[in-house]
């Protein structure tokens, strides 16, 4: 059974960092490009960060480059997102899904891409 599951959200203030982890069952996550959303209350999806299997090439979106950094660990089958410089308007619920796809630097997810449940990261003072 596939099954993903992320971690690592909470209540940072702004300027700070958190990590997230989207660990993965059933499957290697190697075999698939992975992908970090986000959604916040009443906005649309946002894909935040894909990372390609293979050579892990990554493309993260506008709002969040030079702040996320996204890695994969084979050894221990999962996805991370290491998010620096945190902002209010990064608050949302983020999810990681298999097979995101990118088009420049805009993420999507395909029709068939498993998700996780989700981690909520609030970023407040």
């Known amino acids: 059974q596939v099954q993903l599951v992320e971690s690592g959200g909470g209540l940072v203030q702004p300027g700070g960092s958190l990590r997230l982890s989207c660990a993965a069952s059933g499957f290697f996550l190697d075999i698939y490009a992975i992908g970090w959303f986000r959604q916040a209350p009443g906005k649309a999806r946002e894909g935040v960060s894909c990372i390609s299997r293979g050579d892990g090439s990554a493309v993260y979106a506008d709002t969040v480059k030079g702040r996320f950094t996204i890695s994969r660990d084979n050894a221990k089958n999962t996805v991370y997102l290491q998010m620096n410089g945190l902002k209010p308007e990064d608050t949302a619920v983020y999810y990681c899904?298999?097979?995101?796809?990118?088009?420049?630097?805009?993420?999507?997810?395909?029709?068939?891409?498993?998700w996780g449940q989700g981690t909520q990261v609030t970023v407040s003072s």
């Open positions: 899904a298999t097979h995101c796809h990118t088009y420049g630097t805009d993420i999507s997810p395909a029709d068939f891409s498993s």
